[in-house]
């Protein structure tokens, strides 16, 4: 299995909601990434997971939090986001002592 | 960290045409990789050239480094529709860590 895959592909949440994005390999890979990306602009990093363990948080609000369950799961939480918070939401995983990152399909995020 | 800063921000040419985009990045790099976006969709790994490379291809790709320049450019032959995307480049200093420059927009026209 040589993919990233990112559940739900959209999600329509509106301010005061609860939910949970979720992203999942199985190729062994022990770094896991969070971007966001907006339209017409490159993704931005959000956070970094390394060993299951959060190694990098961009400053992200707290609004957004991450978590790491085990080895090949990656949760991004949501709540009480706002509008400027919709997005594409890209999960991106990495093998130790290779520099590739191998990108799921994205979450289609919009905040109303 | 590193940015690149991808020229130019878009492109169009005729299917069978070469495409050539560049990078450019201001630190010194371990090494810089190239990745391409299908509208709405997530990032795929096209090629990673490293500091002591010059020059590396795959298939269609052509990519070169100089790093006295610091700049990247990559050449894409024959182009197809299917090459129809936007190309990040993402110089890099270590492993842990990607920033992606602002992009070039191909537009393959048939």
């Known amino acids: 299995d040589t993919e990233v895959t990112q559940t739900p592909k959209h999600l329509v949440m509106g301010m005061t909601n609860k939910k949970s994005l979720k992203c999942e390999q199985h190729?062994?890979?022990?770094?896991m990434y969070w971007y966001k990306q907006k339209a017409k602009k490159p993704p931005e990093l959000m956070f970094v997971y390394s060993y299951e363990k959060l190694s990098i948080n961009e400053s992200v609000p707290s609004r957004f939090s991450p978590e790491c369950p085990n080895s090949s799961l990656l949760n991004l939480h949501l709540h009480a986001l706002q509008p400027e918070d919709s997005a594409l939401y890209l999960c991106?995983?990495?093998?130790?002592?290779?520099?590739?990152?191998?990108f799921g399909p994205g979450t289609r995020l919009t905040v109303l | 960290s590193q940015q690149g800063e991808e020229d130019p921000q878009a492109l169009s040419i005729q299917e069978g045409e070469n495409a050539t985009m560049n990078c450019s990045y201001k630190t010194s790099i371990n090494n810089l990789q190239w990745y391409r976006q299908n509208s709405g969709r997530g990032l795929v790994h096209l090629i990673l050239?490293?500091?002591?490379?010059r020059e590396k291809h795959s298939g269609r790709l052509r990519v070169t480094l100089d790093t006295s320049k610091k700049s990247s450019s990559l050449l894409i032959t024959a182009s197809r529709a299917a090459d129809t995307a936007s190309y990040f480049c993402?110089?890099?200093?270590?492993?842990?860590?990607?920033?992606f420059g602002q992009g070039t927009r191909l537009t393959i026209n048939p």
């Open positions: 991106a995983s990495r093998t130790s002592g290779r520099n590739e990152q191998f």
């Open positions: 190729m062994g890979h022990r770094a």
């Open positions: 050239i490293r500091s002591n490379e």
């Open positions: 993402a110089p890099s200093g270590g492993a842990q860590k990607l920033v």
